[in-house]
């Protein structure tokens, strides 16, 4: 039987050896599992740009705002009236602004003076009933039609042209005739109507008003002076009735 005083000093003996043993048993454990050896970390927090304490924050809001507001008063827009002198490009964007951008394939090589040429029937056999009707109604409400229409020939030309008047003024019509003779407006120093009894009329806007519509005449450009201002030769249109 063991004394006393052997088991306390078997006891003394054991302790170090197990003391020594628990920081290497430590150290083991830490390599065992680095992960959990590792502190964890702290959890991220957002915090919304405040568009009130920053002045990018406000100057990027306000560029979206006037971005969205343009989009929509773009969208809002209603196309340009159709008028006769209206190009291809003026008319496609006439037909898609007023609902008809399923037939722009239809009307693709059309200006503003042969659409206003058609008539209701026309419209009908083209687009169908309900459709060809419709596009009459659009063309009625929408269109502006010209107060005068009249038809000029040159001396070196064999094909009339239309000159379509939409106030009846001298000064658009003098601005029409510059245009297809190749002139600046202040060119044209006079515009006189040449009758069948051969009585030169000078052109005013009442004469202009009560032409008989759809006249045809004969264009002649007589050279009157030269500015000596300006250095530009100025000229007398003279009308001749052709029927």
Known sequence: MATPTAVIAAAALASPVSALASPAAARASALASPVAALPSPAPMSYAAPSSVDSGTGIDVL???????????????CSPEPLRVDSGILQTQEWLQGNGFGMHLCTFANFAGVDLLKLQRSDMKEILGEAEGIRLNNALQATSVRPLQVF????????????????????????????????????????????????????????????????????????????????????FDIHLFNTT
Request: aromatic share 8%; charged share 20%.
């Open 151 to 234: 038809y000029i020939v040159q001396e070196d030309d064999s094909y009339y042209r239309g000159v379509y008047l939409y106030q009846c003024s001298i000064a658009e019509l003098r601005s029409a005739l510059s245009r297809h003779c190749q002139l600046m407006p202040a060119q044209i120093a006079s515009i006189q109507w040449l009758s069948n009894s051969g009585v030169p009329v000078v052109i005013d806007r009442e004469v202009l008003v009560n032409l008989p519509p759809e006249s045809t005449f004969r264009l002649e450009k007589k050279l009157r002076c030269i500015d000596p201002a300006s250095g530009l030769e100025e």
């Open 62 to 76: 306000g560029a979206q705002l006037n971005l969205l507001s343009t989009l929509a008063s773009s969208h809002d």
